[in-house]
């Protein structure tokens, strides 16, 4: 018999981890309250402190805009390496 695998929303973790940060109760009664591993709690609660930080580091915030601008960058690499590819090759007569 296999235990299944929960699974958590991002409101409930952020809900558990706001609680953790507060500090009214200890990771082992928050464990048993939320019904979670008390290890589960301390890694939501440092995940929290981890974007916390980030979020007033001034670091932008948008990533996927820069990885839309390295892929654009990449595939005209590509482009560009499969020009000079087939151009060799008809200068060589392959």
Request: charged content about 30%; overall charge positive.
């Amino acid at each position: 018999m296999s235990k299944k695998r929960r699974n958590f929303s991002s409101k409930f973790k952020s809900k558990v981890a706001l609680e953790a940060i507060r500090g009214e109760l200890t990771l082992t009664e928050l464990a048993g309250k939320h019904e979670v591993h008390q290890s589960q709690v301390a890694a939501w609660k440092k995940q929290a402190l981890d974007g916390m930080q980030g979020t007033f580091s001034g670091a932008p915030i948008n990533d996927k805009a820069k990885h839309q601008k390295e892929v654009k960058e990449l595939h005209a690499k590509i482009g560009q390496l499969l020009i000079e590819k087939d151009f060799l090759s008809r200068a060589f007569g392959q």
